[in-house]
């Protein structure tokens, strides 16, 4: 499966931004998927999980309460829906997905990921 992020920019704090990550080339409802994002000079590190039917969430402590992640299979289509941005949230931000039911937290588990997409969030 291919994977397509977009909607990154350029925002102020406390602004909100909705990330999009457009699927083709697989069975998307058969994928859990994630987002990640990696800030210069540091690792890439896990934002949020979703499972293949959307039911179940999981989030970093650094977003939860300010991010939702959700996905539409009809439109094999993964969002990341950001609010109280924050210039720590400044990053690329990248989506992934995996051949099992369910997101994970471990970047080395997910074989199909995006090109990324820049945040940026001024203070």
């Known amino acids: 499966v291919q994977l397509q992020a977009s909607g990154g920019g350029l925002v102020q704090a406390g602004d909100s931004l909705r990330l999009s990550c457009a699927a083709s080339?697989?069975?998307?409802?058969?994928?859990?998927m994630a987002w990640f994002r990696q800030a210069p000079g540091k690792e890439r590190e896990f934002v949020a999980g979703i499972s293949w039917s959307g039911r179940d969430t999981f989030y970093a402590d650094s977003v939860r309460g300010r991010f939702t992640i959700s996905r539409d299979n009809a439109k094999n289509t993964l969002y990341l829906q950001m609010g109280s941005l924050k210039p720590d949230d400044t990053a690329v931000y990248y989506c992934?997905?995996?051949?099992?039911?369910?997101?994970?937290?471990?970047?080395?588990?997910?074989?199909?990921w995006g090109q990324g997409t820049l945040v940026t969030v001024s203070s």
């Open positions: 992934a997905g995996r051949s099992a039911s369910y997101g994970s937290r471990q970047a080395e588990t997910y074989a199909y």
């Open positions: 080339g697989g069975t998307f409802s058969r994928y859990g």
